[in-house]
């Protein structure tokens, strides 16, 4: 169950098992990362890459192959997925209240979330782009 | 501790800003993975999303996002320190002065992209 603790003393008494505990710091360390992250990648899209104009396939390329890039988006990925997905597991503790449909949206969210990310890290890493197909 | 103040809006908006988030993430990991099926698949994908509406979309999410963040650094004083629960109102609006400093000139960095500047 989600918890709605408001410190982390609180936290650590009101969690029913260590890996409640361990997903409320996970949030707390993955959101503070992803704040440099995220606002991170919005500014190198923005700004540095002007993604609007400059934006194409041989771009993306570019940007795929780079080793650099491909880890900066790897991390970004994970992290904002487990947060993402952890943070909607709470909405669902929080509002469905019948254990069946609770169940069975957790099972159809959660798989929806695991393909989407099987796909992303097949493009980040498993995938040899052509420069210009 | 707060219901139907600052508080409660504060935690209504951090939740329904990180769901709409959440399904953001997973159309735009598709889209962009989709590079994989090649250039002439990906250039119409990017055609198709020049469209402002898709512009406006991602100015929209910027502005969810950019709350999400600042509230959550909010969250995390009001875990970890001593004064943070006491004065999270106050924090609270310190959040929308960051707001308004960090997302003033985003919005017209975006904006801008969205609508042509030197195409």
Not at chain 1, 10 to 25: H, V
Not at chain 1, 39 to 63: D, I, S
Not at chain 1, 71 to 94: C, E, M, P, Q
Not at chain 2, 103 to 108: E, K, R, T
């Amino acid at each position: 169950m989600a918890m709605r603790a408001r410190q982390f003393e609180e936290a650590k008494r009101l969690a029913t098992s260590n890996l409640e505990l361990a997903w409320w710091i996970f949030m707390r360390v993955s959101g503070v990362l992803l704040v440099f992250l995220v606002l991170g990648h919005l500014y190198t899209r923005a700004v540095v890459f002007n993604f609007h104009h400059e934006l194409n396939y041989a771009h993306m390329v570019k940007v795929m192959n780079s080793p650099v890039w491909k880890f900066y988006n790897w991390v970004l990925l994970f992290l904002s997925i487990l947060h993402g997905t952890n943070g909607l597991r709470y909405v669902i503790d929080d509002y469905i209240a019948s254990g069946r449909v609770r169940a069975w949206v957790k099972v159809l969210v959660y798989t929806f979330v695991f393909l989407v990310t099987v796909f992303g890290t097949i493009a980040l890493w498993g995938w040899r782009y052509q420069p210009m197909g | 501790m707060y219901r139907g103040r600052e508080g409660q809006w504060a935690f209504y908006l951090h939740r329904i800003s990180g769901v709409a988030i959440i399904l953001f993430l997973t159309l735009h990991v598709t889209e962009i993975s989709s590079s994989m099926f090649g250039p002439k698949w990906f250039n119409a994908l990017l055609a198709f999303e020049a469209n402002p509406i898709f512009g406006l979309g991602l100015v929209a999410v910027a502005a969810l996002v950019l709350y999400h963040a600042l509230n959550g650094l909010r969250i995390i004083l009001m875990d970890f320190t001593s004064w943070g629960v006491k004065y999270q109102r106050q924090l609270w609006y310190g959040v929308w002065v960051l707001y308004v400093i960090v997302g003033f000139p985003m919005l017209f960095a975006m904006l801008g992209h969205v609508f042509g500047g030197g195409e």
